[in-house]
């Protein structure tokens, strides 16, 4: 049968299950947009490419499958690239599709040229140039399966107009993929896991720090017996909210720059580090050369470029995590750690008292007060995604996580601008679930154009804006670091209620601590969109904090006579 | 000190940027790099020399294996193994020193490729050292173009480090594979 390349694109992702696709479409891209007419796939129109990057992005992690995000070339495909960055940061599998100019014009500057696999080379996993429309379907089949195996990450397929537009006889080919040098599937050996095993058996101090590989592997029950059977503790990273329930007694919160004073003294004492699915990230370890002084380190990831790269490890188990962790399970034999614990819980004590929440309450609005709400009138149930900055890092503090895959937000890179257009992918990808987008008033603006999005396919989120008038996380390193001289972060920003209202959405504007339960009642129960402009106090930082470069167990913890009200 | 690697990679177009970018991103910086097809239809073979002291070594071989066209990569460094380089050095010969070079093209088991007027081109392979020697007491005479390969370099005997990794693997040498891109 005759197709064009345009239709092939189009069956390919059917037969790759795509449901939905994020995108802008741009003279490059007709001959697809107009095949798109006779799909099932459905398309999200955006407001812009960076938007369809991070629906995407948000939809690949919400569903588990690879989200898929296509845009023009040129500027079409050059406004992904923070989205792309972004994924490959996280990695998120998500397929990117570009269309390119007619091949005899590849590489003449035509009319909205740009060599974006030049471009994307090393913020991709990999990347294709189609010009041939029978290596369409080859090139799309082996992008979702880049995509998806191994370590997951964005792939990029650029497909040019004349490919898109040439008829050719076709039938889908469904062979397995083979690719010589791409090795996903790579697992330990015997030795290595035999003297883990014995590692973990002699540590009096262990500690396991919990990535987002415990979600992409789906590993959550194996490292909830591990942990309970080997009584260890658990530090969820920021991407490993959810990989361990939030309320679990062994479960100590989040380590690093911002994490709880307890969790960074938990991994400083440690005798034993067990790095499940991450990568010691600089926010994670800040010094490299005081990080985790006392401890052997045991270090099970899938990317074998990760062992020994930040930090170096005495034994590495490189593979697929679940399936390392039920090879280790068998071996262990049930430990106890009572008197580790106890130290644990007695620094715990201090780090209370200048818990924001703990304190009397002074009449301002915090932050952490919406979100510690947002938290108890949802039962910890809602999907919450946050933007960057302070704001994520409140969500992550104050909504504590009992399930895998209900805290999204934008580590590596830390995206300004994510929450907004991921909270629309997530909802995509689980579209029965509560969903609420946790942004500030500087990020929120980034993207906020996606609100039209949001009403065109009358969906229905809640979106909450912690406005504090400045852009909040660089106005504290600037009162930290820089002497209190608040060089462009001041902000004056719309009246998002309006903004809101100029959508078709609702808007509510709350100011006093006693309006925020009411108004995020009100948000839950209109079936529409729902934005609440939360005018929380202007100068609050998050805390603690270690500063960087310094040690972890270095933090600016809030100042006393702060925290009990002035 | 110096550090050989050699990698086996798939034949399509920008795979060499590929390779390269490693090195560039982290600022890396090659000595000497050979790019050229092998007897297996769809692969090619790179050798990259780096200075130890200017390169975290350590690090190049897992940054390579990222890369999906990447099919084998190994350090030789410390491997028994022959390396060569070639170069071409065209060097001033008026007939009062002619001679005098032709000695050292001899000496150096070296060849000329060409002969003009007042110029010889030399041909001459081997090891960097040995390159390296002859470049130097050619000096004087006056060189006029020098232009060299750069370092190819295989392990002695049956090769331990090259092509294990496929066998481990089931895969059968040589894959046929579809061009994609």
Not at chain 2, 120 to 138: A, M, N, Y
């Amino acid at each position: 049968m005759k197709v064009t390349g345009a239709e092939i694109f189009w069956r390919c992702l059917e037969y790759q299950k795509v449901k939905v696709v994020f995108g802008y479409p741009g003279g490059t891209t007709l001959p697809i947009y107009d095949a798109l007419v006779e799909s099932p796939v459905h398309h999200v129109l955006t407001r812009h490419e960076q938007g369809a990057a991070h629906m995407a992005d948000g939809y690949a992690r919400a569903s588990g499958a690879v989200g898929v995000a296509l845009a023009t070339s040129g500027p079409g495909a050059t406004n992904l690239i923070t989205g792309i960055t972004n994924a490959q940061m996280d990695s998120v599998p998500v397929v990117f599709i570009t269309g390119q100019v007619v091949s005899p014009l590849i590489g003449y500057d035509a009319f909205q040229e740009t060599d974006v696999t030049g471009i994307t080379l090393p913020i991709t996993k990999h990347n294709y140039l189609i010009t041939d429309p029978h290596d369409i379907a080859p090139a799309i089949k082996e992008a979702f399966f880049i995509a998806a195996s191994g370590r997951p990450g964005p792939v990029l397929v650029d497909i040019s107009k004349d490919a898109q537009m040439a008829e050719i006889e076709w039938e889908y080919d469904d062979s397995p993929v083979q690719i010589p040098g791409y090795r996903p599937d790579l697992s330990p050996l015997p030795a290595d896991l035999q003297a883990a095993v014995e590692t973990i058996q002699s540590a009096r101090r262990p500690v396991i720090l919990a990535g987002h590989g415990i979600l992409i592997s789906g590993a959550m029950l194996e490292v909830l017996e591990f942990a309970e059977r080997t009584q260890t503790p658990v530090a969820c990273t920021l991407l490993g909210i959810g990989a361990f329930p939030g309320s679990h007694p062994l479960s100590l919160g989040m380590p690093g720059m911002h994490g709880e004073a307890w969790v960074n003294q938990t991994i400083q004492e440690a005798d034993l580090v067990l790095a499940f699915g991450m990568r010691f990230d600089d926010r994670v370890t800040g010094n490299l050369k005081q990080f985790a002084p006392k401890a052997r380190k045991i270090h099970i990831d899938i990317d074998p470029s990760e062992i020994n790269k930040n930090v170096p490890v005495d034994i590495a188990l490189v593979g697929d995590l679940k399936e390392t962790l039920q090879k280790l399970l068998p071996a262990l034999k049930p430990a106890r750690h009572d008197e580790w614990l106890d130290t644990i819980q007695s620094w715990k004590g201090d780090s209370a008292v200048r818990d924001i929440q703990n304190l009397p309450d002074n009449g301002h609005l915090y932050a952490a007060h919406v979100i510690n709400d947002l938290w108890r009138e949802t039962q910890g149930e809602a999907l919450v995604v946050s933007d960057v900055g302070q704001n994520q890092m409140w969500a992550a503090q104050y909504y504590r996580h009992e399930k895998p895959f209900t805290y999204f937000t934008s580590g590596g890179l830390g995206t300004m601008g994510f929450g907004l257009p991921a909270a629309i992918g997530v909802k995509f990808a689980r579209p029965e679930e509560e969903v609420w987008a946790i942004a500030g008033d500087g990020g929120f603006q980034m993207t906020q154009a996606e609100l039209s999005t949001l009403a065109q396919e009358k969906m229905k989120i809640n979106i909450a804006i912690l406005n504090n008038g400045y852009l909040g996380m660089v106005r504290q390193w600037q009162e930290f670091f820089y002497d209190k001289r608040y060089s462009a972060t001041p902000m004056v920003g719309p009246d998002f209620v309006k903004i809101a209202e100029a959508h078709g959405l609702t808007g509510i504007r709350v100011t006093r601590r006693e309006d925020v339960v009411s108004a995020i009642r009100q948000a839950r129960e209109i079936p529409g969109t729902v934005l609440i402009d939360f005018h929380v106090e202007k100068e609050d930082s998050v805390y603690p904090m270690v500063p960087s470069g310094a040690a972890i167990d270095k933090m600016i913890r809030r100042p006393v006579p702060q925290a009990q009200g002035k | 000190m110096r550090h050989t690697f050699v990698a086996l990679v798939e034949d399509k177009p920008g795979v060499l940027n590929r390779v390269v970018s490693v090195f560039r991103r982290r600022l890396f910086n090659i000595e000497s790099l050979t790019v050229s097809h092998t007897h297996q239809p769809g692969i090619s073979r790179i050798t990259i020399v780096v200075d130890s002291d200017k390169t975290e070594v350590e690090r190049i071989i897992p940054y390579m294996h990222k890369l999906i066209n990447v099919i084998q990569v190994e350090d030789l460094t410390h491997e028994p193994c022959v390396s060569r380089d070639l170069a071409m050095i065209k060097v001033s010969a008026p007939p009062e020193t002619r001679s005098a070079i032709l000695q050292l093209v001899e000496v150096f088991r070296a060849r000329v490729v060409d002969v003009a007027n007042d110029s010889l081109i030399i041909e001459i392979t081997g090891d960097k050292e040995k390159i390296d020697g002859l470049v130097e007491v050619l000096q004087p005479y006056g060189i006029i173009e020098l232009v060299r390969t750069g370092i190819i370099a295989m392990e002695r005997g049956i090769p331990r480090l090259l092509n294990k990794t496929y066998e481990n693997q089931g895969v059968k040498l040589p894959i046929e594979y579809k061009m994609v891109s």
